[in-house]
């Protein structure tokens, strides 16, 4: 196997399906399960539609509850910023980046993500 189909191959098997088109919400959030190099990680997936980019994942995870609600947050705009408000304790995190606005200090992970056809993508 050639150097470029190896890396192929490699980065075929970093993104994995996680769900389909039909089972998003738009402006909501739904969970999924990703397999990444640390193990098995709940994300948050957001879909935007006409918001330029539509599809965001990051962390399910609230490192302030600790509680796995990400998901379940309130998407909106603050500063300009898409963001999803955790439902417990109302920390805004920018869908972006994982950014917390209300403390620096805290990021949630993301992943890049995106549509294939009808198949949603995570890279793991």
């Known amino acids: 196997m050639t150097t470029t189909a190896m890396k192929k191959e490699m980065d075929t098997m970093a993104w994995q399906k996680v769900c389909t ?20 990680a ?12 539509e599809l965001f994942a990051l ?4 490192p302030f509850s600790n509680a796995n609600v990400i998901a379940r947050g309130i998407v909106g705009d603050l500063k300009g910023a898409a963001v999803v ?9 920018r ?10 200090d805290v990021k949630l992970r993301t ?14």
């Not at 402006?27 to 098995?40: I, K, M, N, Q, R």
């Not at 709940?42 to 980019?53: C, D, E, K, S, T």
């Not at 408000?85 to 995190?93: D, G, R």
């Open 59 to 62: 962390d399910h995870h609230d």
């Open 21 to 40: 088109k039909v089972d998003l919400v738009e402006f909501s959030g739904v969970a999924a399960w990703l397999e990444t190099a640390d193990g098995p």
């Open 95 to 104: 869908l972006e980046d994982g950014q917390c606005l209300e403390d620096e």
């Open 85 to 93: 408000a955790s439902p417990i304790y109302k920390q805004h995190f």
């Open 42 to 53: 709940q994300v948050a997936i957001f879909y935007l539609p006409g918001q330029g980019n």
């Open 111 to 124: 992943w890049k993500i995106e549509f294939k056809g009808d198949e949603v993508w995570v890279e793991g």
